[in-house]
């Protein structure tokens, strides 16, 4: 039987791999938008940073329930980033078509 304490380190392991997927996504936008728009660009490496700071708080209060905070990230989010670089493949990495 899960005890509640198992249950709430679930969800913040979850919610740490989310940020994970964030970071990864924002860095790579940051990264891909650094030729183009540089306001944009901030925009991303902003918002990375910022759940980099979230992650940082959840990693904080997993450990302080003594258990292992999780390292990846979601299985979603991997599927997601396989699928936009198949589609920039096809369609390219027009940065007009965002707006």
């Known amino acids: 039987m899960i ?3 198992e249950k709430l380190v679930e969800v913040l392991n ?8 964030r970071v990864v996504g924002y860095e ?7 030729a183009v728009n540089i306001d ?11 759940s980099r700071k979230y992650k940082s708080k959840l990693v904080e209060e997993v450990t302080r329930l003594g258990n292992e905070p999780s ?11 396989i699928w936009m ?11 007009d078509r965002l707006f």
Not at 71 to 81: A, F, I, V
């Open 3 to 5: 005890t509640t304490n």
């Open 14 to 21: 979850d919610l740490i791999e989310i940020n994970n997927d």
């Open 28 to 34: 790579k936008a940051a990264d891909e938008t650094k």
């Open 40 to 50: 944009l660009q901030a925009i991303f490496h902003k918002m990375a940073d910022e």
């Open 71 to 81: 390292t990846g990230t979601t299985n979603s989010g991997k599927l997601y980033r």
């Open 85 to 95: 670089d198949a589609k920039a493949i096809f369609t390219g990495k027009d940065t």
